[in-house]
């Protein structure tokens, strides 16, 4: 609430408002073989909007053997939404969503689409809008934890979206679908 996560997000979404919409620790345990699939992120989230972003801040250093994130450049402008895929959003869920397309698999298709990451030291970070197609290799290192931890964050054009969402809230945050997300569960932490 205090750093200057927010400031960085409005500079980068060019809003004149921030609201924190949730955070999360992302551990990669060595010797981890599970790959987080291709996918973007709003399609799992209570939100709407191009104004919707991820700060990636690594905990330790990342690397393509540890399971960096690796990004296909310009997804988010395409306009193309993807199934939000979870073991709890199968095709007979009463999640939002599930009505999407999947998302093509990259590692089984190379001619898709370029693929880009970078290695981060402890305290460098990635910043994607929401919409960006992503995904990370499992973590081969023998010796050393992937842990990021990844700040959520919404501009201007953000509107709640209710309904089943894969991410549960805590609480209900007391909102209308369509709603500006100020509230108490995502407040307003920057103005510009």
């Excluded at 209570?46 to 393509?64: F, H, M, R, Y």
């Excluded at 988010?76 to 007979?92: F, I, Q, S, V």
């Excluded at 499992?138 to 501009?155: E, F, L, M, P, V």
Aim: contains cysteine.
């Amino acid at each position: 609430m205090n750093s200057l996560a927010a400031e960085i997000a409005g500079a980068f979404l060019g809003a004149s408002r921030i609201n924190l919409l949730f955070d999360q620790i992302l551990v990669k345990e060595p010797g981890t073989n599970d790959r987080t699939n291709w996918h973007q992120d709003l399609p799992f989230w209570p939100v709407s909007g191009k104004q919707v972003l991820t700060i990636w801040l690594a905990l330790d250093n990342v690397s393509a053997e540890s399971g960096a994130v690796q990004f296909i450049p310009g997804s988010h402008m395409t306009g193309k939404m993807y199934r939000p895929e979870h073991p709890a959003a199968g095709p007979d869920s009463d999640f939002a969503n599930v009505d999407l397309p999947r998302c093509p698999d990259f590692d089984k298709d190379s001619n898709l689409s370029e693929t880009i990451t970078w290695d981060l030291k402890p305290g460098d970070c990635y910043v994607f809008n929401s919409r960006t197609i992503h995904g990370a290799a499992g973590n081969s290192s023998t010796t050393s934890r992937r842990r990021g931890y990844a700040t959520r964050w919404t501009g201007d054009d953000a509107r709640f979206v209710a309904g089943r969402h894969v991410l549960s809230l805590p609480e209900d945050p007391g909102l209308q679908h369509g709603a500006l997300l100020d509230s108490d569960l995502f407040p307003v932490v920057w103005n510009g």
